[in-house]
């Protein structure tokens, strides 16, 4: 099959966003699909400049950083970036007749900033939730731009492994939504070795404002992390975070070891070496996927995972027949993720094992990504 992958890389330079994206890219060419990537900016390309700290309209900025990312891993000659009449990367002449003979057009995570005639033409367009909640409480409060992409997406697909059953509340607005594992290619992700020193996480403090819905408000990691903010001062154990935005002189003075979020993780490589070298996850979830019960799993804990990393996440619902146990433990208050430490100290190597199984059994490409396109085809 052709499949166009959409998402926003350039606009969002940053390790992990590219490692979602490159999962689902270098996931379908490993099961012989011809695979393209689409980044849609509407009228202009507007990007944060991590360096500068200033937005940028440049598309250097944006498709060189997308470069980057693509071209080492086989991509290079296969993506196109657009804002307005600007174009970098295919020819657009290629890029509209891939339009045509395409038989998947696959969004992630965010809807099309414009939406072109030409994206009528793949045989099936599916949206793939990667922020259950708040992706159907913007869409039920009228989001002009969600409301026009998964209307024209034959097929929806969300992470949130609860969203649909009584016990969530997330809307589902009428429409089917499948449920999906994040997957990850096992081969670009080796078991790291080695007994590292230090938990650690990955975190944006805000990734965007509150949504609120039927008189609630639904917030981000922030309010959540105060829930684990003390760990260090109760255990000797050592706690690092790359952090965007926040306070850092504020949790460096209560013990947590503090890097620069983007200069952690900028590129695919940098973000994986965090991971790896890290003795496993501790990590908050935002509040709104805990207050609606959505059972979201996050891409980066899969990271952890298939790095042979245990992962000790806050419960967003998932419940004891998901795959929480050894390797994989949850938490809901601070008591939770002190036994959860002490678990995974108990006995290292076998959490340590049954990550990687985890990653093998449940989240590898190969295992998610073919019922996926199946059902995205039908």
């Known amino acids: 099959m052709k499949i166009i992958v959409a998402g ?25 699909h011809e695979v393209y990537f689409l980044e849609e900016c509407g009228e202009g390309s507007w990007v944060f400049d991590w360096e500068s700290e200033e937005v940028t309209t440049s598309l ?9 990312c693509l071209e080492p891993v086989g991509f290079g000659d296969r993506w196109f970036y657009r804002a ?3 174009a970098r990367g295919m020819r657009p002449d290629a890029f509209l007749s891939l339009c045509e003979e395409a038989d998947l057009l696959l969004i992630l995570a965010c809807p099309l900033d414009l939406w072109r005639e030409e994206y009528d033409r793949p045989r099936r367009r599916a949206f793939i939730d990667l922020d259950p909640g708040f992706t159907q ?3 039920a409060n009228g989001d002009p731009l969600l409301d026009r992409t998964l209307g024209r997406c034959e097929h929806l697909f969300t992470v949130g492994q609860r969203v ?17 594992v994040p997957p990850i290619v096992l081969s670009h992700w080796s078991v790291a070795s080695g007994e590292a020193t230090h938990f650690s996480t990955i975190m944006q403090w805000k990734s965007y404002d509150e949504v609120e819905f039927r008189g609630q408000i639904y917030g981000n ?5 105060l829930e684990i903010r003390d760990l260090p001062r109760l255990c000797p154990e050592s706690f690092r975070i ?11 003075r209560i013990g947590w070891e503090v890097e620069t979020g983007f200069r952690a993780s900028f590129t695919p490589d940098a973000y994986r070496d965090f991971i790896r070298g890290s003795r496993a996850e501790i990590s908050v979830a935002k509040q709104g996927y805990v207050a609606t019960r959505s059972g979201w799993i996050s891409d980066r804990s899969v990271c952890y995972l298939a790095s042979g990393r245990p992962v000790l996440v806050q419960d967003t619902g998932l419940g004891e027949d998901f795959i929480t146990g050894a390797g994989f433990l949850t938490f809901e208050d601070l008591d939770g993720a002190l036994a959860g430490i002490e678990a995974i100290n108990g006995d290292y190597e076998l959490h340590r094992k049954r990550a990687r199984t985890l990653a093998e059994e449940v989240f590898s490409s190969d295992r998610v990504l073919p019922p996926l396109v199946e059902s995205a085809s039908e």
């Open 221 to 225: 990691k922030s309010l959540e992390f």
């Open 242 to 252: 790359a952090l965007s935005g926040g306070d850092p002189e504020a949790l460096r």
């Open 60 to 68: 250097d900025y944006p498709t060189g950083y997308l470069h980057d």
């Open 84 to 86: 307005g009449e600007q």
């Open 164 to 180: 649909g059953d009584s016990g969530c509340e997330i809307p589902t607005l009428g429409r089917h939504w499948s449920i999906v």
């Open 137 to 139: 409480m913007r869409l």
């Open 8 to 32: 926003a890389l350039g606009r969002f330079p940053i390790g992990g966003n590219a490692w979602v994206i490159m999962q689902y890219l270098l996931g379908l060419e490993s099961l012989g």
